[in-house]
């Protein structure tokens, strides 16, 4: 465990980090195929990581991992391949901007898989607050999920990534209370992306490869946002917050990464639009407060 004050900081920062990257993800999705970015950027990340342990001379412990074998699997499985695959097929469908708010769904997708999993009681008052995040969620989406279009089938398929990425705080917090944040990140990270280079091999060789444009610029942008920064700090928050807290301080990374995504890369939303996210995210800092 590490102390409190110092838990929110890094979940405050892993979330600013990882919206920002957001937006260079979703340029990267629409420019390089699914396994050949899922491939580069996992592996490559992995691999500065384990440098940087190396350099530090900081050792796994393999003998708690085994004993978390089942954890670790399950991490990989929701956070590095179901969901990573999901998630890159959506942002290449939709908007950076509309992303980073989709994302702070997760919270909710927490209390459902303890109602589930566990059988534990969602408070009306909750539930309420999960209709009305939906509705915010169907503004910002467009306004109207009736005619389905590319962008809202990638906002729906944000949103089942973001369930499967909710189911891996239950498995994640037990890891982190055994083997240290810096060592789960290189792991999980080098082991999906040596698992997707064969796919990535048997899509497209190697020597057809364009190393080159704003997609794979994008790309070396989200590894060090998300890779290097993001996710390793999300673990160190863990180890030191509930993972429903970890995942409702998501909220606060819009507010520093829309403006971003205003300024600098010509993202806008409707009227409307902006008025579904100020709902998406003023219901998750609502449960954040419910909950403490």
């Known amino acids: 465990m590490i102390?409190?004050?110092?838990?929110?900081l890094f979940a405050i920062l892993s979330t600013c980090f990882s919206s920002i990257a957001v937006i260079y993800h979703a340029i990267a999705a629409k420019e390089i195929p699914i396994f050949q970015a899922i491939a580069v950027s996992n592996t490559s990340g992995g691999l500065i990581l384990l440098s940087f342990l190396l350099l530090r001379r900081e050792k796994i412990d393999?003998?708690?991992?085994?004993?978390?074998?089942?954890?670790?699997?399950?991490?990989?499985?929701?956070?590095?391949?179901?969901?990573?695959?999901?998630?890159?097929k959506a942002?290449?469908?939709?908007?950076?901007?509309?992303?980073?708010?989709?994302s702070k769904v997760e919270p909710y997708f927490i209390l459902l898989w303890q109602w589930i999993l566990d059988g534990v009681t969602i408070p009306l008052g909750h539930f309420y607050?999960?209709?009305?995040?939906?509705?915010?969620?169907?503004?910002?989406?467009?306004?109207d999920f009736s005619e389905l279009g590319p962008t809202q089938i990638g906002d729906l398929l944000l949103l089942v990534a973001m369930s499967i990425y909710?189911?891996?705080?239950?498995?994640?917090?037990r890891l982190t209370t055994g083997v240290s944040p810096l060592s789960l990140a290189m792991l999980t990270q080098l082991t999906s992306g040596l698992l997707f280079f064969p796919l990535a091999l048997m899509y497209q060789p190697l020597m057809t490869w364009q190393f080159e444009g704003p997609g794979w610029f994008a790309l070396f942008m989200t590894v060090i946002l998300w890779n290097l920064l993001g996710?390793?700090?999300?673990?160190i928050a863990l180890k030191g917050l509930p993972g429903w807290l970890v995942s409702a301080l998501r909220a606060l990374g819009p507010v520093v990464a829309a403006p971003i995504a205003i300024i600098f890369f010509g993202q806008h939303l409707s009227t409307w639009q902006w008025a579904g996210a100020a709902i998406v995210i003023s219901t998750s800092f609502l449960l954040a407060r419910e909950r403490r």
């Open 129 to 143: 607050l999960l209709l009305v995040h939906f509705l915010g969620a169907v503004i910002l989406s467009g306004g």
């Open 231 to 235: 996710f390793p700090f999300w673990f």
């Open 62 to 88: 393999w003998k708690t991992l085994l004993n978390h074998k089942f954890d670790f699997f399950m991490v990989m499985m929701c956070r590095f391949i179901v969901g990573t695959i999901i998630l890159w």
């Open 166 to 173: 909710a189911l891996s705080y239950r498995f994640a917090s």
């Open 3 to 8: 102390p409190r004050n110092k838990a929110l």
């Open 91 to 102: 942002m290449s469908l939709t908007l950076g901007i509309k992303a980073m708010f989709f």
